[in-house]
């Protein structure tokens, strides 16, 4: 396994603007989540999917937020008309089939909106 | 998903066993008890899940009592390197999707 990967690592951006992470899953894993940690927080769930349907999606922050995984390999999460709050870490997870209860974490996005 | 509680802080000494607890006294019958970590800048890594029986893996072990409200993850031999932050989680394990609730954790210091 090479690993989840996302990018870019760091994005800093102006309030207002709109920002797109990208997520790659390892090979083969169905499922892939989002996650959002702020600064002394734990993660805290947004969206999953299982291949290229999206089954959860209640707990994004707002209608700002939105995520797509076309092809069921990687993912994008979007942020319109980014707002300060929306600093945070975005962490992305894959888990292969069966076996949900391991996911694998990649090593996040960090944003910082001034 | 039953809610957990974790003491916010710990140190062991190298070489040493960790022992971190954890309390979810409302768990239900079908909740599983999972432990993820979180080494500084890098995203959460699993260790271990069980149920009722205790469980031992090649990176810990878990104890869970046999009224299931608290479990204990040991590491055996820590090292420097298992200084993180340890998040012990209750949830449902089936096939609708894991969304894991991660609390505050326990952030373990390994001292030399």
């Known amino acids: 396994d090479t690993g989840v990967s996302q990018n870019p690592r760091h994005k800093i951006t102006k309030r207002g603007q709109n920002v797109t992470f990208r997520c790659d899953p390892i090979?083969?894993?169905?499922?892939l989540y989002w996650y959002r940690q702020t600064l002394g927080q734990g993660p805290e769930f947004l969206t999953y999917?299982?291949?290229?349907?999206?089954?959860?999606k209640s707990r994004l922050l707002s209608d700002r937020f939105s995520a797509e995984r076309p092809k069921g390999s990687f993912s994008t999460l979007e942020i319109q008309r980014t707002e300060q709050g929306d600093s945070a870490m975005y962490l992305c997870?894959?888990?292969?089939?069966?076996?949900?209860?391991?996911?694998?974490f990649g090593p996040g996005t960090r944003l910082t909106v001034t | 998903d039953a809610k957990t509680t974790q003491p916010t802080s710990m140190d062991c000494a190298e070489g040493r066993a960790a022992n971190l607890p954890c309390n979810h006294s409302?768990?239900?019958?079908?909740?599983?008890v999972y432990w993820y970590r979180q080494i500084h800048s890098q995203g959460p890594q699993y260790i271990i899940h069980?149920?009722?029986n205790n469980e031992t893996n090649e990176m810990a072990s878990l104890i869970i009592t046999e009224d299931r409200k608290s479990s204990t993850l040991i590491l055996p031999h820590a090292t420097l390197r298992d200084t993180a932050v340890y998040y012990c989680?209750?949830?449902?394990?089936?096939?609708?999707?894991?969304?894991?609730?991660f609390g505050g954790g326990t952030r373990l210091m390994v001292k030399p």
């Open positions: 997870a894959s888990t292969r089939r069966g076996q949900d209860y391991e996911q694998y």
């Open positions: 090979s083969e894993h169905n499922r």
């Open positions: 999917f299982q291949n290229e349907a999206q089954l959860e």
């Open positions: 409302t768990i239900s019958g079908n909740e599983y």
């Open positions: 069980g149920l009722k």
């Open positions: 989680i209750v949830r449902l394990y089936n096939n609708a999707g894991n969304m894991l609730t």
